[in-house]
């Protein structure tokens, strides 16, 4: 069941989101050769705690962290550890805070020093691709009609969209109905209305939209060893158009 957000109920979202977005411009100053994930990590969790929050991935279905860190050919859950980032590797950090019962959830991927150009490419399709999909979040519209526009401006640059993980609706809980597919014929799924609430979350590969799930059974890599990227944004639908909660 799809859930329409009250005013009151997008009120409280707010800070939940802007504490996320605030957090992602923190940790890409912080994104350098030589650091290490687990240090990104407790950072993201300091941050968000002194901010009155709490992750909101830390022990979810047993995540055992506060962001999670996919490194090049990793999509997404990825775990932080001892790996430190090496120049010209691209990192994608995902991260979820919850606040006075409501949840916020964004995603960034960073290039880590100078990056070669197809990884800046690669980047900048990925997060055009999420702007793309937004513009189709607009009361009226079905959903599959922002899953069509993330896919077309994926597939035009040459790129793939993963199929296996998708976006999602939130609120008072992290997923929530509708999953949000990158994917898919526009004109289809349900009739979007002022109120939803939704996370949007192109992943994108340079190969092959295949992907697996590696042995510590969260870290998702490409099937080809190509790399990955990933932006996310939590939006409401409104009356105006889409209002980005993720963005500061």
């Known amino acids: 069941m799809i859930v329409i957000k009250s005013q009151e109920e997008i009120a409280r979202m707010r800070k939940p989101n802007r504490v996320v977005a605030e957090l992602l411009d923190y940790l890409e100053g912080l994104v350098r050769p030589g650091v290490t994930t687990r240090e990104l990590d407790e950072k993201a969790e300091t941050f968000i705690l002194k901010r009155g929050g709490k992750p909101a991935f830390k022990g979810y279905h047993g995540f055992p962290a506060t962001i999670c860190a996919s490194i090049n050919e990793e999509v997404v859950h990825g775990i932080p550890g001892g790996r430190r980032l090496k120049e010209g590797d691209i990192i994608g950090i995902d991260l979820g805070v919850v ?101 949007i979350e192109p992943m994108v590969n340079e190969g092959t939209w295949r992907v697996k799930v590696k042995k510590d059974g969260w870290t998702v890599v490409t099937a080809d060893g190509k790399r990955s990227a990933h932006f996310e944004h939590t939006i409401i639908i409104t009356g105006n158009g889409p209002e980005i909660l993720t963005r500061l």
């Open 99 to 199: 606040m006075d019962g409501f949840y916020g959830d964004a995603a960034k991927t960073f290039a880590v020093g100078r990056v070669d150009s197809e990884a800046a490419r690669l980047m900048e399709v990925t997060q055009a691709s999420l702007f793309e999909g937004i513009s189709q979040a607009v009361a009226g519209n079905r959903l599959y009609d922002i899953s069509h526009a993330v896919q077309r401006h994926v597939e035009t640059a040459g790129f793939s969209v993963v199929r296996d993980f998708v976006g999602h609706g939130i609120g008072r809980q992290l997923h929530e109905d509708p999953q949000v597919p990158n994917y898919g014929p526009p004109h289809q799924g349900p009739k979007l209305e002022e109120g939803m609430a939704l996370a």
